[in-house]
């Protein structure tokens, strides 16, 4: 049995897919449209979201949520990044970071496992980067053109996803995922 990945968003399905095949684990895409609650708190909107989401299908599946938080922004826009990503973009970002000469950034995504009613588990992933100063790369998605991880000189929309899968947030609670999956006893 396929672990289902409830995500309408292909690339990021994608992504979960290369990382989580590295340990052979199958997966399938389960492309529903999720509730998600307003909140400053990243573990209530993933804990919500599956919640919700046991309702009308069967466990196991995960559901992942990234925040971009900035630290000249005080966190901004952090859990509120899909909203804000639609209304501003990356163009938006940057101008709000005009003139602004700390551009430090983290990533942090969490991925919520449903293993069956009642039992789920969060895995937090993070990465620390910089803003660009304009966007650059037309791989990745959402606010990849514009973070520069640390330690590189590219930003994750310029990087293949094999390479973005060894450092990003996703990836990381990827391998956090996989590594309690086969623990646990998931079939593969």
């Known amino acids: 049995m396929a672990l289902g990945i409830v995500t309408l968003n292909n690339k990021k399905y994608m992504e979960i897919k290369r990382k989580l095949n ?102 937090q992933g993070k990465v620390y980067g910089t803003i660009s100063m304009e966007k650059r790369g037309n791989k990745g998605f959402g606010f990849d053109p514009i973070f520069i991880p640390e330690g590189y000189n590219i930003t994750f929309a310029e990087m293949d996803i094999q390479s973005k899968n060894k450092i990003s947030h996703r990836g990381r609670a990827c391998e956090k995922l996989a590594k309690f999956l086969i623990n646990y006893g998931i079939p593969t």
């Open 22 to 123: 590295e340990y052979g684990i199958k997966v399938r895409q389960i492309p529903l449209i999720t509730v998600e609650i307003q909140s400053t708190n990243m573990y209530e909107i993933i804990l919500n979201k599956v919640s919700h989401l046991m309702k009308t299908i069967q466990p196991p599946f995960i559901v992942e949520d990234s925040g971009l938080f900035i630290k000249s922004l005080n966190g901004f826009p952090g859990p509120y990044s899909s909203y804000v990503f639609k209304t501003l973009g990356n163009n938006g970002i940057l101008k709000l970071m005009k003139g602004i000469k700390d551009r430090k950034a983290e990533f942090i995504s969490l991925i919520g496992l449903a293993l069956k009613p009642q039992v789920v588990k969060i895995f």
